[in-house]
């Protein structure tokens, strides 16, 4: 990763769905990146009995495909999940959202990145300053989710069927430069690009 190199990133994923199980794998296989999860008490057994996490991608040529396996922590109690967070990503449908930032919001540190694969409908910094986020905070959404995936065994392995050309996201905050190397190395393997739109 060209970016990582030089960086330590801390990652705190909110919820247990099939993005979330695809960012443990990517992002918790490499050793500068910490993955840290917020799941409902009854995922937490399914996700700590597995020493790690397997993304299986499938491409159209058979030579393309690939797999990977990442780790991460995973608490109940965001208190134990998003305090020295670097960036955050709300990894489920957007009906959700609301109620995560809400519990993000009491531990959320100055110049945090929060946002999510998918945005639609949602105008995160107009919450966030309702909810107290720090005025420092960076927001981002993708406008459509990145990939086609289904979760094979909950906690443990998630399959990636494909991947977009490409994707658009919105951004808005002081560190807004610094989201799109992120996700971009992260999925370059998959052939997707990241696009900034504003």
Known sequence: ???????????????????????????????????????????LEAFRKADDLLCEVSAPDEKDAFECRGSATYESDPGKVIPGADLVVLCGPISIYPTWMKGIAPYLEQNAIVGGLFLQGIHLPSMGKKLGF??????????????????VTFGSHVKILGAKTFVNICLAGPRKDEVIPFFQDLIVKLQARVVRVR
């Open 134 to 151: 720090p005025n420092s905070t960076t927001y981002y959404g993708f406008g459509l989710y990145p990939f086609a995936s289904r979760i």
């Open 1 to 43: 990763m060209s970016h990582s190199n030089s960086k330590k990133w801390t990652v705190a994923l909110c919820g247990g769905g099939s993005s979330a199980h695809i960012l443990i794998a990517m992002a918790g296989r490499l050793q500068n990146i910490i993955v840290r999860v917020w799941v409902m008490d009854s995922e």
